[in-house]
């Protein structure tokens, strides 16, 4: 079974699993003498073979049963086999293979890992005898001379030529990229002068500080001749793959396992990397520990950018496969964090894993981040994302930014934000849960975010890892209390749950239009709007809708803006979502209180729940209006959604009709801390003080509220948009801030 492991395609290994293993049986089809650990020595060998099909339910049946027992005795057999219609010998003839299979399995698993550390030792003995051999300066990446003082003269030229080798090697590999094989004569040419040169590339100027310069010896075994590392498997290279293309692939494998084991060393437990602020609420990161201890992996921090760094612990009820399957599929991560990722897509698969797992998974990805707020622009980040698992029950994911001077037409749109390593470890623990522990470092522009949500930014809970992990938990909670038969808390849903189902879809999508509302991401097509009379703050924009069902078709405007309030978040949420109050600031309810008529909790916390609401005291104009609402909070805020729906539609939704075909035009509120523990707001609040309010509360309780509306401006696509409509939806933001204020 090991050769057969070893030398036949994975692919056949199904076939061979169904002939030899589990279909093969009978008292007629093996050896007496030929396997198995238990066989009787009376049993005698037939002088012909037949082999015997099992069906499929006696395949589930064994396995089944070996899963609990994999060594049956006489008894057990005997009872399987007058179960399944088989003989005995065929019975224990299949529990011999099966135990066969496992052990070659095994012992090929176990060949595997002892491969790879034995791997993971050679790399490491190399890489020190290179840097005894070779030692580098970090500054200038010239050759360090040790007892040999350098003037600051010579080691400005130093650097100055560090600076033209690196620049002359990122115009070579986009030339090769650009012209081809139209290029391989200068490849010896600049490949010598960068070898022959006294003053090599210093490796954190190349863009890959864990890659070696262009023509020197690659550390890990790699192959250039076809450019595949023996340490894990690569996926299949095109016919047209050129060689630069296979030894990117290798370069890119090697950044991810140094990112990996970065990871590593910030989740430590007790490590000096992170120390605790002089309120010992927060950890934040050893900066001049970290310089010691890792080398940079994407290169020196622009001038204008900050770092963020994070880390956070907490139980999620999650195993840590589920957790990585989710991670590793674009899809199913966006819809783990919805609020937090616009948009995310494999641009490639560089490596498939290994053993069918997604150990050893490398793939090259896009994301959009975002925060809920018109003043802080999406961060487009192109990162590799690399899985392993370090032990039994122990994964790690992580996340690394590439060097954007690699790509040659878009480079500029990845120029705000770099993503250090980052990621979780997620270990499990017993019940299902999972211990997740998840580090958020990055550089990013400071200057393109607005003065209110720097201290949110600087604090981590707006990208950091405390609003990842607070969403992690929410979310994973909400599931499970979604599939679970008995929902805590006051049960007033009354519709079937084919009906409840269709309004969760309703509203997720409601949920996920508010937020392309809001944020301009590439995904959606809004056009902004630039226009004198508006406030500074407020951001408007228009969209046509013509064929999609889920919109009233027309032109459709979307205003959105955020003030600081000097009102603390939890008040705020309550007041916002409580329909007794809404008419004291929605001009929908018309003056009058509302009334809950449907909700579904979706967590145990009762304001998280999806529900819908009519007036108290419907009038004319009100008998075909309802309106759906989602709310919820963790430790990261808080967000409000409604949208108003016909009556019809929703006791269609409600019997389980296709929520796809209700038109929504959503509005809501995103509520977050302001991040300034202290005083009373960023920058003294820049004139958005709440009435009898002043500019040092001392308390930090102030809150940053977005908020949002969409609203139809005229039911033909083709129709121009006027000036007093884009006034009429500022009209109405400035209004409702107002009446918040006045309220609180």
């Known amino acids: 079974m090991s050769l057969i492991g070893e030398n036949l395609d994975p692919t056949m290994m199904g076939r061979i699993k169904e002939d030899e293993y589990e279909s093969r049986s009978g008292s007629d089809n093996l050896d007496a003498g030929g396997s198995g650990d238990d066989q009787d020595a009376d049993d005698k060998p037939p002088r012909k073979k037949k082999y015997h099909r099992h069906t499929p339910q006696q395949i589930q049946e064994l396995e089944a049963f070996f899963k609990e027992c994999p060594h049956p005795d006489d008894k057990q057999r005997l009872e ?90 990122r115009i070579y590999n986009l030339a090769q990229k650009l012209l081809g094989k139209s290029v391989s004569a200068m490849d010896s040419s600049i490949a010598s002068q960068l070898q022959n040169s006294s003053l090599d590339l210093a490796m954190e100027r190349n863009g890959l500080s864990c890659l070696s310069p262009l023509g020197s010896t690659l550390p890990m075994g790699l192959d250039l001749g076809n450019g595949v590392s023996n340490m894990l498997p690569l996926a299949p290279p095109n016919r047209s793959t050129t060689a630069t293309t296979s030894l990117e692939k290798s370069m890119l494998l090697e950044l991810a396992i140094t990112a990996v084991n970065e990871l590593f060393g910030l989740v430590e437990t007790d490590s000096p990397l992170w120390v605790k602020t002089l309120d010992g609420g927060k950890e934040v990161l050893n900066h001049e520990e970290y310089r010691k201890k890792f080398f940079p992996c994407i290169g020196s921090k622009p001038r204008s950018f900050v770092t963020e760094a994070t880390r956070e612990t907490g139980i999620v009820n999650i195993n840590s496969l589920a957790l990585v399957e989710t991670l590793m599929d674009a899809n199913r991560w966006m819809e783990m964090f919805p609020h937090l990722i616009a948009r995310s897509s494999i641009i490639e698969v560089i490596s498939s894993g290994m053993g069918g797992t997604k150990n050893g998974t490398l793939q090259l990805m896009h994301a959009e981040y975002q925060v809920l707020s018109p003043l802080v622009p999406v961060r487009q980040v192109k990162f590799l994302r690399f899985c392993e698992q370090r032990a039994e029950g122990v994964w790690a994911v992580v996340d690394v930014s590439i060097d954007s001077s690699r790509e ?81 808390g006051e049960d007033r849903t009354a519709i079937p749950p084919n009906g409840r189902e269709s309004m969760l879809k309703l509203a997720q999508r409601m949920i996920d239009n508010f937020c392309a509302g809001i944020c301009t991401s590439a995904m959606h097509k809004w056009e902004e709007l630039s226009i004198g009379n508006l406030g500074p703050d407020v951001k408007v924009m228009t969209r046509k809708s013509v064929d999609d069902p889920g919109e009233p078709p027309g032109v459709v405007l979307s205003a959105t803006s955020s003030v600081w309030i000097h009102v603390p978040q939890q008040q705020l949420f309550d007041f916002l979502r409580d329909e007794r109050l809404r008419s004291k600031w929605d001009i929908l309810s018309n003056g009058g209180p509302m009334r809950e008529m449907v909700n579904i909790p979706k967590g145990r916390e009762r304001s998280n729940c999806v529900s819908l609401l009519c007036a108290s005291a419907m009038t004319p104009n009100q008998n075909n209006m309802l309106i759906l609402q989602e709310t919820w909070k963790d430790a990261s805020g808080s967000l409000i959604v409604y949208a108003p729906v016909d009556v019809a539609s929703m006791h269609a939704v409600m019997s389980g009709g296709d929520a796809a075909y209700v038109a929504l035009l959503p509005s809501g509120f995103s509520i977050v801390p302001d991040g300034c523990p202290g005083y009373g707001g960023p920058n003294g609040c820049n004139g958005t003080l709440a009435k009898g309010g002043s500019n040092g509360c001392g308390d930090g309780s102030g809150s940053l509220l977005s908020i949002g509306f969409q609203i139809l401006v005229n039911d033909l696509p083709t129709s121009k948009l006027t000036v007093e409509s884009v006034q009429t939806v500022s009209n109405l933001i400035s209004c409702t801030i107002q009446k918040i204020k006045d309220a609180l």
């Open 80 to 169: 399987l086999s007058r179960k399944l219609s088989l003989e005995t010998k065929q019975v224990k003839f299949w529990f011999q293979n099966r135990r066969t299979q496992m052990k070659a399995q095994i012992e090929r698993h176990e060949n595997i890992m002892l491969k790879q550390e034995n791997e993971k030792l050679r790399v490491e003995n190399m890489a020190i005898q290179s840097a005894a051999q070779h030692p580098v300066c970090n500054n200038c990446g010239g050759p360090a001379i040790i007892g040999v003082d350098v003037s600051y003269e010579e080691h400005q030229l130093r650097i100055e030529n560090a600076q033209l080798k690196e620049e002359l090697h």
């Open 408 to 488: 040659s037409s878009n480079a500029q749109a990845f120029v705000n934000c770099r993503r250090l390593p980052s990621g979780c470890v997620v270990q499990d623990v017993p019940n299902g849960y999972s211990k997740v522990t998840w580090v958020e470092h990055s550089d990013y522009d400071e200057n393109v975010v607005h003065h209110l949500f720097r201290p949110l930014i600087s604090s981590g809970m707006g990208f950091g890892a405390p609003r990842w992990l607070a969403t992690l938990q929410r979310q994973c909670e909400c599931l499970a209390t979604l599939l679970s038969s008995t929902i805590p």
